[in-house]
């Protein structure tokens, strides 16, 4: 499996930005997975995910303004992120592991991409 990013870069606080996320050995149709972030100094916070079904979780302090989306096609996923605020800014991630609200216990079966960086301005 291998999970490759892009679309990071350097945003002024306000503006929007669209991640991507682009596999192989792994069908997003077939599976959940997800966006995380790590700011710097910081843990690892789920950012949104979205089932096999299609349906969609977000945290809450990206609600309204993050959309998860997927391209089955193209087998790639997306975040779309509107409204940036500074405290956005991290190290973006894909990954296969389901969205999640609590403890993350990584598993053999984990698969992350290496991450794509968003600096947010103000």
């Known amino acids: 499996v291998q999970l490759v990013e892009s679309g990071g870069g350097l945003v002024q606080a306000g503006k929007s930005l669209t991640l991507s996320c682009s596999a192989s050995?792994?069908?997003?149709?077939?599976?959940?997975s997800s966006w995380a972030r790590q700011g710097r100094g910081k843990g690892l916070e789920w950012v949104a995910g979205i089932s096999k079904d299609g349906n969609k979780e977000y945290a809450d302090s990206v609600k309204g303004r993050f959309t998860i989306s997927r391209d089955n096609a193209k087998n790639t996923m997306y975040l779309q992120m509107n409204s940036l605020k500074p405290e956005d800014s991290a190290e973006y991630l894909c990954?296969?592991?389901?969205?999640?609200?609590?403890?993350?216990?990584?598993?053999?079966?984990?698969?992350w991409g290496q991450g794509t960086r968003v600096t947010v301005y103000l």
């Open positions: 990954s296969n592991v389901p969205f999640h609200s609590g403890k993350y216990v990584p598993t053999k079966d984990d698969e």
């Open positions: 050995g792994f069908t997003f149709s077939t599976s959940a």
